[in-house]
């Protein structure tokens, strides 16, 4: 379990575009349309809009949307406004969410990743449609369960060594 006081390093801007091009390439892989995939752009930009939300924001979000939109030959702009929409609920939330363990984390962003999930629905509907499974939700999930693992693998960079120097009260 990650300790909530615990003093992390400062995060490197470059170990944030390239945890954010990992999710992107992640999803770009021809995964086929299977449920259980989960969404790694989506799970990454909450994890950085929670932990660096001055860094990491809207418009970040909105890019990283049409460039998965532009890829999935979806309706341009589905994508982007579920994750603005996901950022935005992850920054208005970024402080209390912080104070948690990453289990009760991951039961803090499910309805985070649900409300993109239905957002996403819910513009397929308007456009085509097109009625989506009640199974869709089973991204969000999967993505709520993959919490601990994004966010031990994100913040290990940032650890601090198990070996304290004893001259240094931090």
């Given amino acids: 379990m990650q300790n909530p006081h615990y003093i992390l390093r400062p995060v490197s801007p470059p170990f944030i575009f390239l945890s954010l ?3 992107l390439i992640l999803d770009l892989l021809p995964w086929g349309h299977q449920l259980w995939v989960p969404d790694f752009v989506a799970i990454t930009l909450v994890f950085w809009n929670i932990h660096h939300p001055r860094r ?6 909105f890019v990283m949307g049409l460039l998965v939109d532009v890829n999935d030959a979806t309706l341009l702009g589905q994508h982007a406004l579920a994750y603005t929409l996901l950022s935005y609920g992850a920054i ?6 912080l104070w948690f363990t990453t289990g009760a984390q991951a ?10 999930q239905l957002s996403s629905v819910l513009v397929r509907i308007l456009a085509d449609g097109a009625w989506a499974s009640p199974l869709v939700f089973v991204e969000s999930l999967v993505d709520a369960a993959l919490w601990p693992l994004a ?11 198990q070996d304290r120097d004893e001259n240094r009260p931090i």
Avoid: E, N
């Fill in 107 to 116: 039961l803090h962003v499910l309805p985070l990743f649900a409300l993109a």
């Fill in 21 to 23: 091009l990992a999710a």
């Fill in 56 to 61: 990491v924001g809207i418009g970040v979000a």
């Fill in 92 to 97: 208005m939330v970024h402080r209390r969410i």
């Fill in 151 to 161: 966010s031990w693998i994100l913040l290990a960079p940032q650890r601090r060594p």
